[in-house]
């Protein structure tokens, strides 16, 4: 844990910031790049064509998405019996958003840091906070693509039943305290009983976690964080279709979710690359032309992902200040 907390040094943080910004400039040449290569213009006359009142469906739909996914927070610290202000609790949340493009999970781990200098939280008790955000959008994710997988019945559903046999199982192992720490037990015993601090921790981290993956709680992270993402996915759906591209709603989910999903496998920060080339293939897959591909992923990717950056940095200053 002191690994984390020399992490967040003023210095440390301000490379954050600037790999932040690095990646944007990286995204920005690289959507660049992609339009030169399609034809600029075809590509941005298919941004111009989009009307003004998506262009506003678009921002509700990212700001329901962090919305709707951030009150799992609420919930967790709640669970978990953490004494901090519902206010903070935005605020670090939201904050956080600021580092989702850098690598090493920094801004799922700043939050962790503003609940530690803020609060004096230990990390061990804040832990489960970063792990449950990735479990019930994994979670949330793979129920949009078996969603979506109605409407690509030639898709091999192998990929997807290992995805959800591997995170269901998981879930389970988590659900049941004396199962998973038997499992930390036995690891701990085939290291040949070295680390006995860490493996301590890492008990202590098992029990809390436990907590949050309750039916209850994770039934209600798992809709929230489902209801989330189909915001964006809709207003994914009515890009294409106002560029003149007939994708049902499920098709739409399929070309977006799974994107999402390589994405983060990829370990690449926010995704970036893997996920706009991973939904440039299965647009074309659709038959939608590679200029309205570029285009719609450009747009839906900007107002969602860099959208959430950008409230991240305007309140980032201000969570800094409150800590102090």
């Known amino acids: 844990m002191a690994r984390v907390k020399k992490r967040f040094s003023k210095s440390k943080l301000l490379k954050a910031e600037k790999l932040a910004v690095f990646s944007a400039v990286l995204f920005a040449l690289g959507m660049a790049a992609s339009m030169l290569y399609v034809g600029f213009g075809d590509v941005w006359g298919h941004i111009k064509s989009l009307p003004a009142w998506l262009w506003g469906a678009l921002v509700l739909s990212s700001a329901a998405n962090m919305g709707l996914r951030g009150y799992r927070w609420p919930l967790f610290v709640k669970k978990l019996k953490l004494n901090v202000p519902i206010k903070r609790i935005w605020l670090y949340y939201l904050s956080g958003n600021a580092m989702v493009v850098t690598p090493g999970k920094f801004g799922a781990v700043l939050r962790l840091w503003f609940l530690q200098k803020g609060?004096?939280?230990?990390?061990?008790?804040?832990?489960?906070?970063?792990?449950?955000?990735?479990?019930?959008?994994?979670?949330?994710?793979?129920?949009?693509v078996m969603f979506g997988k109605l409407a690509v019945p030639h898709m091999q559903e192998t990929a997807i039943f290992v995805f959800g046999a591997?995170?269901?199982?998981?879930?389970?192992?988590?659900?049941?305290?004396?199962?998973?720490?038997?499992?930390?037990?036995?690891?701990?015993?085939?290291?040949?009983?070295?680390?006995?601090?860490?493996?301590?921790?890492?008990?202590?981290?098992?029990?809390?976690?436990?907590q949050l993956v309750s039916p209850v709680v994770f039934l209600q992270a798992l809709i929230l964080s489902f209801l989330g993402w189909m915001a964006v996915v809709w207003a994914f759906q009515y890009v294409l279709l106002a560029m003149g591209h007939d994708v049902s709603l499920s098709m739409a989910a399929f070309i977006y979710a799974l994107p999402i999903i390589i994405g983060g496998a990829s370990m690449m920060p926010g995704g970036l690359g893997a996920a706009e080339a991973s939904m440039l293939a299965l647009l074309a897959l659709a038959?939608?032309?590679?200029?309205?591909?570029?285009?719609?992923?450009?747009?839906?990717?900007?107002?969602?992902?860099?959208?959430?950056?950008?409230?991240?940095?305007?309140?980032?200053?201000?969570?800094?200040?409150?800590?102090?």
């Open 119 to 144: 609060h004096g939280i230990p990390y061990r008790k804040t832990m489960p906070l970063m792990m449950m955000d990735p479990i019930t959008d994994l979670a949330a994710l793979l129920l949009i």
């Open 287 to 324: 038959e939608v032309p590679l200029d309205a591909a570029v285009a719609a992923v450009a747009v839906i990717r900007f107002v969602t992902l860099w959208g959430g950056v950008g409230v991240g940095f305007s309140l980032l200053p201000v969570a800094l200040k409150k800590i102090k």
């Open 166 to 210: 591997i995170f269901l199982g998981a879930v389970a192992l988590m659900a049941q305290p004396k199962l998973l720490l038997m499992q930390i037990k036995l690891t701990y015993r085939l290291f040949g009983k070295r680390g006995k601090r860490f493996f301590a921790v890492l008990q202590k981290i098992a029990r809390n976690l436990t």
